[in-house]
């Protein structure tokens, strides 16, 4: 059983930062792409941002280029979060998918889910 645990998330101002971490367990972990996508309350699920299991390609949706960063290590998959704004606000979620292609903006690309990291961005 694949297991992800997302960690980080928390309390900011605007124009603020978080990392946020996804650690993956129960699987060889370097065999998966990664997404994080993000609810807010009464709004549907959205993608944010995707790395490839080799770490060497990754894909952000438009309101978070160039603000957010995603990157993975041997163990754990990161979301850099820069210049943070109300908008932002939401549980952040990662995810695990065995493919990657332009699918993996979708959240029915992925086989596994972590429980989600609360992040709010308040003045």
């Known amino acids: 059983q694949v297991r992800l645990v997302e960690s980080g998330g928390g309390l900011v101002q605007p124009g603020d930062s978080l990392r946020l971490s996804c650690k993956i367990s129960g699987h060889t972990f370097s065999t998966y792409s990664i997404g994080w996508f993000r609810q807010a309350p009464g709004k549907e699920r959205q993608f944010v941002s995707a790395i490839n299991a080799n770490g060497d390609n990754t894909v952000s949706s438009d309101p978070v280029k160039g603000r957010f960063t995603v990157w993975r290590d041997k163990s754990t998959v990161y979301l850099e979060m820069n210049s943070l704004k109300p908008e932002d606000t939401a549980v952040y979620h990662c995810?695990?998918?065995?493919?990657?292609?332009?699918?993996?903006?979708?959240?029915?690309?992925?086989?596994?889910w972590g429980q989600g990291t609360q992040v709010t961005v308040s003045s």
């Open positions: 995810a695990a998918a065995s493919r990657w292609g332009p699918f993996v903006i979708k959240h029915q690309t992925y086989d596994y």
